[in-house]
C-alpha cells in the first residue's frame, strides 16, 4: 500500500505543479466532513461515494420512516393512532431483522445524544463509567 500512496502522492504534486488542480469548484473552501465524525475512517471514502451516487440503505429508509411515525403519533386523532402504531410496529419488526437484533429506539436516542455532546465537546458522563 506505500507504493500506491507515494504514486498517488508524487501524481498529485505534478498535478499541482502544472496548476491542473486550480481553478476546482470548492476551491479554497473548507470541506464539510460534519457528517463523517461517526463513520469509521477506513469507510468514509466508501460512503461518500454511496451517498454521492444517491444510495440510502434500506435501514436508513426505515429509520426514516420510523422517525416520521413518531413525530405524527402525537399529532393523530385516536381513529388514526391505531394504523399508525401498526405500521410502526411493523417497521420496527422489519428493522429489527434488518439488524439480526431487537432494535430499542429510546436506548438509542439517548446514546445517540450522548454521541452528539461528546463529540460538540460537552462533558456527558455516563452512568458507571469513568470519563
Known sequence: MLAFELLAEQRINEALAKGELSGLPGSGQPLDLEDDLLVPEDQRLAQRILKNAGYTPPEVGLRREIAELRAQLELLDERERGPA????????????LARGAAVNLSLEDRDWTLLKERFAGAPTPVAGRPD
Open 85 to 96: 402504531w401498526q405500521r410502526l410496529t411493523l417497521l420496527m419488526s422489519q428493522l429489527s
